[in-house]
């Protein structure tokens, strides 16, 4: 068996796989593939009204609420969100956590005033800013919730009173959410839901209809919403595939499921990260991402040894990213606390070696 650390596109269920694999062989019964039927047939219709209520009960989002399924990944909402809701001559604020969030302010740049209400840069985003600068005609804060490169996350997310636009692309679905926080939800779903392709959306429909601004017809949320995400061809795949993610996680017993799995994995994997001579973590502990932990070799010289025994150990997709160097293990929901318990033991062996 290989253990799959990968950030993204990452691990999913075995059941979610097989019944994958399944549909692209003969797709509810039609005696054709899921990949080769109009996204406007009954059967495929049921999928995304099937997924749009998953979303909506694992959420809580209600008939306030849009769920949409676009393209163009959590990237693309990084200027839809700015475009649609943010006047020219209006301000949003954001929080600088890194690579990511620094992204989503680029662009949100190009649309009104931006204003960086907190940012973790002095220390290389190794924490979670806690204070935060708002002016009071602010319109929304954007914030990352979880920061999958220098593995960080938002535990609680701060108590403020503005709507956020989040970016959960690397947490949504992994603990319980507070939906009325948010204005808008978005994530790709590559990281915890699904196959690379289709973005979710939750987004409040009274927050729309406001900017005084020409938007294109494929840019302008209110055309996705009026057209259950049907305007364009959906990506039928990723949105069945995200559906059964969904259907797993309902089955394993919901959002607060995840969060105990996902806290169980987490304790032992930084709990090896603390006693173990040979490694240390990235990211300040009381930031510490359940999604992707990130950790430093002690020496330098570790690094390549340490990967050629994950590899060993069937440990994959453990090298950190380029811009933050070491390790990081990414944990999603779908991975099993048997799996992070192997990649412990490597490192317990690792330093018995090595120490
Ligand atoms: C991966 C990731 C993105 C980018 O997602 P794409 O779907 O590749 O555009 C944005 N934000 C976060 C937090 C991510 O983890």
């Known amino acids: 068996m290989v253990h799959n650390f990968f950030a993204g596109p990452a691990i999913l269920p075995q059941k979610v796989l097989k019944g994958a694999s399944d549909a692209i062989h003969s797709f509810a019964d039609m005696g ?12 495929f219709v049921a999928v995304m009204d099937k997924a749009e209520a998953l979303t909506r009960e694992l959420t809580g989002a209600g008939d306030d609420y849009a769920v949409l399924f676009l393209t163009g990944g959590a990237s693309s909402q990084f ?4 475009m649609n809701l943010l006047g020219s001559d209006e301000t949003a604020c954001y929080v600088d956590t890194g690579t990511w969030s620094t992204k989503a302010i680029k662009e949100a740049k190009q649309f009104g005033n931006i204003h960086v209400a907190a940012s973790s840069e002095d220390k290389g985003f190794s924490y979670l800013p806690k204070t935060f600068d708002i002016p009071s005609e602010a319109k929304y804060l954007h914030i990352t919730s979880n ?3 220098y593995g960080t996350q938002y535990q609680n997310m701060p108590d403020l009173d503005i709507p956020f636009v989040c970016d959960m692309s690397s947490d949504l679905f992994s603990k319980p959410i507070d939906i009325n926080k948010y204005d808008v939800i978005y994530a790709g779903a590559q990281k915890n839901l699904g196959p690379a ?15 005084n601004r020409q938007i294109p017809t494929m840019l302008d949320y209110r055309t996705h919403i009026n057209k259950g995400s049907m305007f364009n061809t959906p ?3 990723p949105i069945y595939v995200s559906m059964l993610t969904m259907e797993w996680i309902k089955d394993l017993g919901g959002l607060e499921a995840m969060q105990k799995r996902n806290e169980e ?3 032992i994997i930084y709990g090896e990260i603390d006693r173990n001579p040979c490694f240390v973590g990235k990211a300040a502990s009381e930031d510490r991402s359940r999604m992707n932990v990130t950790f430093l070799p002690t020496k330098e010289e570790y690094v390549a040894p340490f990967l050629a025994m ?4 069937n ?3 453990i090298k950190g990213h380029r811009s933050v160097g070491g390790f990081r293990a990414s944990t999603y929901n779908a991975m099993e606390a048997s799996s992070v318990q192997v990649l412990a033991d490597t490192m317990k062996a690792f330093a018995q070696k090595h120490a």
């Open 32 to 43: 054709l593939s899921l990949l080769e039927i109009s996204h406007r047939s009954d059967q």
């Open 79 to 82: 200027y839809f969100t700015a």
């Open 147 to 149: 920061n999958t490169i």
């Open 197 to 211: 392709g289709v973005t979710l959306v939750i987004i409040k429909k009274e927050i729309l209809g406001k900017v």
């Open 235 to 237: 990506p039928a795949f």
């Open 265 to 267: 994995k987490a304790n």
């Open 310 to 313: 994950c590899a060993e150990n």
């Open 315 to 317: 440990c994959v997709g």
